[in-house]
């Protein structure tokens, strides 16, 4: 999608087959093919990946939605962000991998209680964004959360001058690219490309980002009519695809944190 690619060349019918194969009687997805979650690891990130997949493909048809969107809610915490799997801690990554799936799938309205997870992930942000409770910032997280946030219709909480000023002090001047933090000796793909997202999600580039993919919105919307589809049920909100709190509760909000 974001060399402009149709994605005419790949079969759909097989992997649409594949995707089948690959999701589990509790709604998870395998991350290679498995009879069981024994066989092969199975938590929220291979449901984010299924979601992308048949999102971009528009192969909804080849899963059960029910069972998937059942288990995105069970790997929900106590304190309302998500983890890897049921009882599992509250992950930044986590949470990015439900939210963005969620909203893919067309059932983020359908998450109660947004408030708290929308305050969870505002207290990520100590100048940049950790991943998780007292962990240190780290630059992949101005993704992670900050795309969490902005998919929630909560955007407008993050710092985004502190939190872009923190992924330009890990800026590598002597090799390029950015670093996974302060104290990390060398930049790497993974943390650079996520910098730059963070920094879209900030504001400081004009390239503005479709949070669901990470990729920009430019390359999201030049995609072919018959790609990124919402499924069949929920096409109906296909024109506003976010679901934003109230205002007031947005208000109510930065009130009680401050």
Known sequence: LILGDDLSRIDRD???????????????FCCVHGISSLDSESDIRFVYCAAVICYVLDL????????????????????????????????GG???????????MGRLDRLPNKLSLIDWCIKRQHFGFQGRIEKDMD????FWVGAS??????????????????IKKCESHIFGGFLKSLDCPMPDILHSYYSVVGLSLSGVLDQRLDARLGITKRAAEAAPTHLCKLPVDARKQEQNPEICPPESAKLELEANTG
């Open 94 to 104: 986590c949470t990015y991998c439900a939210v963005a799936a969620l909203a893919m």
């Open 139 to 142: 630059t992949c997280y101005s």
């Open 14 to 28: 097989a992997v649409a087959s594949s995707l089948r194969r690959w999701q589990l009687p509790n709604g998870s």
């Open 149 to 166: 946030l902005d998919l929630l219709g909560a955007g407008s909480l993050i710092q985004s001058k502190c939190c872009a000023r923190y």
């Open 60 to 91: 909804w048809d080849a899963i059960d939605l029910e069972k998937m969107f059942e288990f995105i809610v069970q790997a929900r915490g106590y304190d309302g962000a998500f983890g890897m799997d049921s009882g599992c801690e509250s992950h």
